[in-house]
């Protein structure tokens, strides 16, 4: 999907609950462009794996590295999204994490068990 089509379809999504547990993730960098594949493959080896939601408490942290280890933690909560001001799922690391201090993270859920987010780097999509 092109930006502007993934963007129509957050925006149509509803909040959903806040996921549980361990979920894969996959980082689109240029989506709807030949480099997007490429992109995101090699974020999903070197870096990136993915999210592990505790929904009780409100809170996630990152898997990293090839090793998948749990770093940059962030609270998880239902607010208004930054994109349209319609309820969304925020992870926010503004209180959890020195690294990640000015991102925040939104996701809507667009089909069972499936997620779909933009992240933020101080209000700027």
């Not at 806040?18 to 894969?24: H, K, T």
């Not at 030949?34 to 408490?57: E, H, M, Y």
């Not at 993270?105 to 700027?124: C, M, N, Q, S």
């Amino acid at each position: 999907m092109s930006r502007r089509q993934l963007v129509a379809l957050y925006a149509a999504s509803e909040a959903g609950p806040i996921p549980n547990g361990a979920a894969r993730g996959l980082a689109l960098i240029a989506p709807g462009t030949p480099l997007n594949g490429t992109l995101a493959a090699w974020i999903s080896v070197i870096g990136w794996q993915g999210k592990t939601f505790d929904a009780p408490r409100g809170r996630l942290v990152n898997r990293i590295t090839p090793l998948r280890l749990e770093a940059i933690a962030a609270r998880v909560y239902t607010a208004p999204s930054l994109l349209d001001a319609k309820p969304c799922i925020v992870l926010d690391y503004s209180k959890t994490s020195t690294i990640a201090h000015f991102v925040r993270d939104e996701i809507r859920r667009v089909a069972p068990h499936w997620y779909l987010g933009f992240a933020y780097w101080v209000k700027t999509r």
